[in-house]
């Protein structure tokens, strides 16, 4: 899947667990920018991309830290699918 067929997903994504139907996903936002931002948003964004694309990425993450924007999840996201 290309990475421009991947941020609309992201989008929709966003906007359900941010709650703002403005937000739009782009390679530049971070996380940490995002409405309501904290660490729990952060894992229920990655359980939802899992879900929504059918890859495992939590289990993969573990001891990496936090990904800092989209442009990271979107090219992990690309190299699952």
Same mark, same amino acid.
């Given at each position: 899947? %290309?990475?421009?067929?991947? #941020?609309?997903?992201?989008?929709?994504?966003?906007? /359900?667990?941010?709650?703002? !139907?403005?937000?739009?996903?782009?390679?530049?936002?971070?996380?940490?920018?995002?409405?309501? %931002?904290?660490?729990?948003? #952060?894992?229920?964004?990655?359980?939802?991309?899992? /879900?929504?694309?059918?890859? !495992?990425?939590?289990?993969?993450?573990?001891?990496?830290?936090?990904?800092?924007?989209?442009?990271?999840?979107?090219?992990?996201?690309?190299?699952?699918?």
């Amino acid at each position: 899947m %290309w990475l421009n067929n991947i #941020y609309p997903k992201l989008t929709k994504i966003l906007r /359900e667990l941010c709650r703002d !139907d403005t937000l739009v996903a782009t390679p530049e936002l971070k996380f940490v920018d995002l409405p309501g %931002w904290r660490p729990m948003l #952060y894992a229920r964004i990655m359980g939802r991309v899992e /879900e929504e694309f059918d890859i !495992d990425i939590i289990t993969e993450m573990e001891g990496r830290g936090f990904m800092t924007n989209l442009s990271q999840l979107a090219r992990l996201i690309e190299s699952k699918l």
